[in-house]
């Protein structure tokens, strides 16, 4: 099934895109790298009459530090963030990520906007920045709003972004001290998948390399949005990181997820392979400070 014919468009600068939105209203898109959208648009599960590119926008692109984290353009390749030295000396976790997506092919396209905004429950940037504490900065012809992208996801293909919005950017702080961080997933095959199962867990342990004063802990595809696991979170704080404790969390991070059975796996063995990963996660970044 091929495309039907549409429009392209390619602004140049932010005012010149809202008024496309405006124009066209949900009768447009817009477009970065497209790794999903055209997808969606071959198989006829969105028809468009217009495509607006968001490439030329200056706004959008960019990657450096700033006020003490990291500030990452919406257009930013996937691959771009996995390479930078920046990401791989302080936010390692998120170039993990990012190497579990898709293929060289498709890392070289796509950006960290439109995984995101795509809004997939197992899009694997997701848990990554969620324990990471990220924030996203949406612009209209209104100004600018920030959020936590905690509160970015609302379902399946859905986010608070509204229709003469587009996604900025994204910010991150900096991890704490004596940080480590982890992102597992879980897939039919070893690439080039979907996550069946992702977490990304983010500890702070304290000088004996034990304890664990601060934790994060982020699960995908077992709920219809990437979610915190926030009650494993408490759990873990102020305790030593044992076998019994780290057994415990797994657990406890089985009983939060809320996962379905569809074409990929079994509502079952999604709940079993949390914990499963949560225990990995959590012994590898213990290891990786020990």
């Keep these: 099934m091929g495309l039907k014919r549409f429009e392209f468009y390619r602004p140049a600068t932010l005012t010149e895109a809202f008024d496309l939105l405006e ?5 447009a898109k817009p477009i970065a790298g497209g790794t999903d959208l055209v997808v969606q648009m071959k ?11 968001l490439l030329g926008l200056p706004e959008l692109q960019g990657m450096e530090r700033s006020d003490g984290g990291l500030r990452i353009g919406a257009t930013v390749k996937l691959s771009a963030l996995e390479s930078a030295p920046i990401v791989q000396e302080e936010w390692g976790l998120l170039a993990s990520a990012t190497h579990r997506i898709g293929s060289p ?63 900025k950017e994204i910010t991150i702080p900096s991890p704490p001290a004596h940080s480590v961080g982890v992102y597992l997933k879980l897939g039919r095959r070893k690439s080039m998948d979907l996550a069946v199962v992702s ?7 304290g000088p004996d390399k034990k304890t664990c004063e601060r934790a994060r ?20 704080e102020g305790n030593i990181l044992d076998d019994d404790l780290i057994e415990e969390a ?22 079993e392979m949390v914990g499963v990963l949560v225990r990995r996660a959590l012994r590898q970044a213990l290891l990786a400070k020990g």
Excluded: W
């Excluded at 977490?199 to 342990?205: I, P, S």
């Excluded at 809320?258 to 509502?267: G, K, Y």
């Design 23 to 27: 124009s066209y209203g949900n009768r």
């Design 199 to 205: 977490v990304a867990v983010l500890l702070t342990l």
């Design 43 to 53: 198989e006829r599960r969105i028809v468009l009459e217009a495509v607006i590119d």
């Design 217 to 236: 802990v982020a699960l995908g595809s077992v709920a219809p949005t990437p979610l915190r696991a926030k009650e494993t979170e408490t759990l873990l």
């Design 250 to 271: 797994s657990r406890r991070a089985e009983k939060e997820c809320r996962p379905i059975t569809d074409v990929r796996s079994t509502e079952a063995y999604r709940r």
């Design 105 to 167: 092919q498709v890392r070289h396209r796509g950006t960290i906007g439109g995984n995101l905004c795509n809004a997939s429950p197992a899009a694997d940037m997701a848990p990554a920045l969620l324990v990471m504490e990220a924030t996203v900065t949406l612009t209209s012809r209104e100004g600018d709003r920030k959020i936590p992208l905690e509160s970015f996801f609302v379902g399946p293909g859905l986010t608070v972004l509204r229709q003469e919005e587009l996604l």
